[in-house]
């Protein structure tokens, strides 16, 4: 199912079989858009060895979620009815699944970059507000469109990774 935790359990898995032992001395940086937007933070908060090597996440478009999330699931439920196979999984995972509580997503303690554009009706500024409150070291960039964001978000990126990543990466 293509539910938020379990596709945590699932980037978790892929981080530790591609580093093997190295996984916990590797420092990552966990970049998400739309669902993984959702799964990165997820992965971060629920699973304590994976969390000890993130030095930070970039989350762009996070989806709706916590109260706005439950709205968006009967949305999300009458679209995978008009769909099939992976697509029908997808949609129907994503009606059944929200992002932790809050006070567990609070235990990111990781510089997190947000970005987002505004009028996204699936990936609303309202999200990236949420995240903000709950996150103690987010950073948020928001942008009024599409065009906007081809030179914004990579910008956001860079200055982000030299700014608050980059100097965590070299100095473990």
Same mark, same amino acid.
């Given at each position: ?5 379990? #596709?945590?359990?699932? @980037? ?6 591609? #580093?093997?032992?190295? #996984?916990? !001395?590797? &420092?990552?940086?966990?970049?998400? !858009? ?11 908060? =629920? ?6 090597? +993130?030095?930070?996440? +970039?989350?762009?478009?996070? &989806? $709706? ?18 769909? *099939? ?10 009606? *059944? %699944? $929200? ?13 997190? =970059? =947000? ?19 709950? @996150? &103690? ?13 081809? %030179? ?14 980059? $100097? ?5």
């Amino acid at each position: 199912m293509f539910h938020w935790d379990a #596709l945590a359990a699932d @980037l978790v898995a892929v981080a530790a079989a591609q #580093l093997g032992d190295a #996984l916990l !001395d590797t &420092p990552l940086v966990v970049v998400g !858009d739309s669902m993984g937007a959702a799964t990165a933070p997820t992965a971060t908060a =629920l699973e304590p060895g994976f969390r000890e090597t +993130v030095r930070g996440l +970039v989350l762009m478009r996070p &989806p $709706n979620i916590w109260e706005a999330r439950e709205k968006w699931k009967k949305v999300m439920a009458a679209a995978a009815r008009r769909r *099939e196979g992976r697509l029908q999984a997808v949609f129907l995972g994503s009606s *059944e %699944t $929200n992002l932790p509580p809050r006070e567990i997503i609070a235990q990111v303690d990781v510089p997190v =970059l =947000l970005l987002g554009v505004r009028g996204d009706k699936v990936h609303p500024v309202e999200s990236i507000e949420k995240l903000a409150e709950v @996150l &103690p070291h987010s950073t948020s960039v928001v942008v009024n469109s599409w065009e906007e964001a081809q %030179t914004e978000f990579p910008a956001a990126i860079a200055a982000f990774y030299r700014e608050s990543i980059g $100097n965590a990466v070299s100095t473990r």
